[in-house]
């Protein structure tokens, strides 16, 4: 994807459906849901983030989650990711998938996986010279247990040129390091985090946002109000939907009840998850329930 061209654009976090007890990955149901969040408006999909519980996933399984993902995509850009924070790991992951999928992925999305800018900056140019395709960077300590300094990050990217696609900006205060990444590195910034807070990353300079809640047309519906300068409009739907990011983003519970709304949807056969994510708990249909999501 050129970035020139892709402003507004609008990424769809995939997650991973399973068959019922967590066996085997859900073909079927995620051919469906890449279908369903492209339908609803998303740009592309990035596929094996931390949403995708990539770590309980083998490789052969991610390779199937690539391939439904891609075939369902129907030309839409896909990005897959890398997650894992030891380069070696990680470089074979890169090259295993690259080799099966080539010019069919978008790009690569890894981690930031050190507090050294230079570690950082290596781990770019390397997946880029694997990969023959643009990096996007998530800084996502929450996940990873790895926080940067801006300074360091800045430096670590700056003058990477066409290599760097993106940096996921979920690291707080997200305002202001997406302020910095693009007065200093000058790249495309993603807004994540469930997309709370999508209008100030917008306003601080984000191009493009990740959408992994289950109702992702009202991302959609934001950044195009923000993008024809609706700034009140696009406030007013994420207001909207503000408590169904903060239910479905809490850590530990939320890849669960995600799953579980898209499965109350329609869209997936099955919520379930795979050890150590939490299953959904049946204490949570009040909570669903209020969110619009009928048992059943």
């Not at 880029?128 to 990873?144: C, F, R």
């Amino acid at each position: 994807m050129n970035a020139t061209d892709s402003a507004g654009a609008v990424w769809a976090m995939v997650p991973t459906p399973f068959t019922p007890g967590g066996e085997r990955i859900g073909e079927q149901s995620l051919r469906a849901l890449t279908r369903e969040m492209l339908g609803r408006g998303c740009t592309g999909s990035i596929v094996l983030g931390v949403i995708a519980e990539p770590a309980a996933l083998s490789l052969d399984e991610k390779m199937t989650v690539l391939d439904a993902v891609i075939s369902a995509s129907e030309g839409a850009p896909v990005i897959a990711t890398v997650m894992s924070l030891d380069p070696a790991v990680a470089a074979d992951e890169v090259t295993a998938l690259v080799a099966r999928f080539g010019t069919s992925l978008a790009g690569v999305m890894i981690p930031v996986r050190s507090r050294d800018a230079d570690v950082v900056r290596r781990s770019v140019v390397d997946t880029h010279g694997l990969s023959n395709l643009p990096v996007m960077v998530q800084d996502l300590p929450s996940a990873t247990g790895v926080r940067i300094d801006i300074d360091d990050l800045v430096g670590a990217l700056a003058g990477l040129g066409s290599s760097l696609m993106a940096v996921k900006a979920e690291a707080p205060p997200t305002f202001s390091r997406i302020r910095r990444l693009r007065e200093d590195v000058g790249t495309v910034v993603v807004s994540g985090n469930g997309g709370i807070g999508v209008v100030d990353d917008f306003l601080a300079g984000a191009r493009w946002a990740a959408a992994g809640i289950s109702r992702p047309e009202a991302l959609v519906q934001a950044v195009r109000r923000i993008e024809s300068g609706d700034l009140v409009g696009a406030q007013r739907v994420i207001d909207s939907v503000a408590s169904l990011i903060s239910y479905e983003t809490q850590p530990g519970t939320s890849i669960a009840i995600r799953k579980e709304h898209w499965r109350r949807q329609g869209v997936i056969a099955d919520s379930a998850v795979r050890p150590p994510t939490m299953s959904y708990d049946p204490a949570f249909d009040v909570h669903s329930e209020r969110m619009g999501f009928a048992a059943g």
